[in-house]
């Protein structure tokens, strides 16, 4: 299957970390620009983070500082490392990435998790 299986949503008080994870299935041989979105009740999609092939990185400027995109190519994997969560960071997160499978180019999306930021 052409699949990214995101993992890692919940519930978490203001403060508190989540760490997300968008992982590739076996047909796709290779990830390369990856996106985090997310979407709140009501509001439009809103890009959060982008990490390259080569490993650099782009935030959004409400998440800068908090936020940390990072890959794991190998496993083929993307993470969304998430602290100092508030609860305006509430929302379905997607990934999104442009993959590789069987040498040519894709853009696949994940199935969403959900984050919570609630006391």
């Known amino acids: 299957q052409v699949q990214l299986v995101e993992s890692g949503g919940g519930l978490v008080q203001p403060g508190g970390s989540l760490r997300l994870s968008c992982a590739a299935s076996?047909?796709?041989?290779?990830?390369?620009?990856a996106t985090w979105y997310r979407q709140a009740p009501g509001k439009e999609r809103e890009l959060v983070a982008v990490i390259t092939s080569g490993g650099s990185t782009n935030y959004a400027d409400s998440v800068k500082g908090r936020f940390t995109i990072s890959r794991d190519n190998a496993k083929k994997t993307v993470f969304l490392q998430m602290n100092s969560l508030k609860p305006e960071d509430t929302a379905v997160y997607y990934c999104n990435a442009d993959v590789t499978i069987v040498g040519v180019s894709a853009n696949v999306w994940g199935q969403g998790t959900q984050v919570t930021v609630s006391s």
């Open positions: 076996t047909t796709i041989s290779s990830i390369n620009r």
